[in-house]
T-cell receptor
Framework: GAVVSQHPSRVICKSGTSVKIECRSL??????MFWYRQFPKKSLMLMAT?????????EQGVEKDKFLINHASLTLSTLTVTSAHPEDSSFYIC??????????FGPGTRLTVL | AQSVAQPEDQVNVAEGNPLTVKCTYS??????LFWYVQYPNRGLQFLLK??????LVKGSYGFEAEFNKSQTSFHLKKPSALVSDSALYFC????????????FGKGTTLSVSS
């Protein structure tokens, strides 16, 4: 299966700053990547579908101006949380669609906004 | 719209006993069904999937799941639980459509006591 990495694994930032999270597909060219958000002991909520070379498709209720997604290459997608606030603190997980209908997940990024 | 229900927040079993984690789904057309496991502060690990074929699917770590179309269920099972199986388990579904993402259930915490 595809190997997916995320960077950073943990980040702490001040309220009002922006944070960029990188998702890399290390051994698979991913035309489609997905970004999820997970609250403590809760399910994964799909935020957006990221397509290489085009605009991301956001799920209902997700602010696209706040959560900027860029999928500039077949191996890299980035999620930028702009003007972060404490309620944006969460575990963000990216995922790559593999060739066999599976999705492979990154290890996640823990964002804490003070 | 597709959805997944995991009716139990927590399942408690004694080591050596069989375990079942329940999942029901709703999706248009034929479903793609998955089970993932998550350990604390970690990403998701793939356990097994049903795409087509035999209704009984065998996966990693001795887990298996049975696809029941009439009951729209995909319960996860293991004949003999281990303490190390204690984790958060997610059932997920995807419609048989290109570009769609996995939609997750809320998760079930499995606790195996020694």
């Amino acid at each position: 299966g595809a190997v997916v990495s995320q960077h950073p694994s943990r980040v702490i930032c001040k309220s009002g700053t922006s944070v960029k999270i990188e998702c890399r597909s290390l051994d698979f060219q991913a035309t489609t990547m997905f970004w999820y958000r997970q609250f403590p002991k809760k399910s994964l909520m799909l935020m957006a579908t990221s397509n290489e070379g085009s605009k991301a498709t956001y799920e209902q209720g997700v602010e696209k101006d706040k959560f900027l997604i860029n999928h500039a290459s077949l191996t890299l997608s980035t999620l930028t949380v702009t003007s972060a606030h404490p309620e944006d603190s969460s575990f963000y997980i990216c995922s790559v669609r593999g060739g066999g209908n599976e999705q492979f997940f990154g290890p996640g990024t823990r964002l804490t906004v003070l | 719209a597709q959805s997944v229900a995991q009716p139990e927040d927590q399942v408690n079993v004694a080591e050596g006993n069989p375990l079942t984690v329940k999942c029901t789904y709703s999706v248009s057309g034929n479903p793609y069904l998955f089970w993932y496991v998550q350990y604390p502060n970690r990403g998701l690990q793939f356990l097994l999937k049903y795409i087509t074929g035999d209704n009984l699917v065998k996966g990693s770590y001795g887990f298996e799941a049975e696809f029941n179309k009439s009951q729209t269920s995909f319960h996860l099972k293991k004949p003999s639980a281990l303490v190390s199986d204690s984790a958060l388990y997610f059932c997920a579904v995807r419609a048989n459509q290109a570009g769609t993402a996995l939609i997750f259930g809320k998760g079930t915490t499995l606790s195996v006591s020694s």
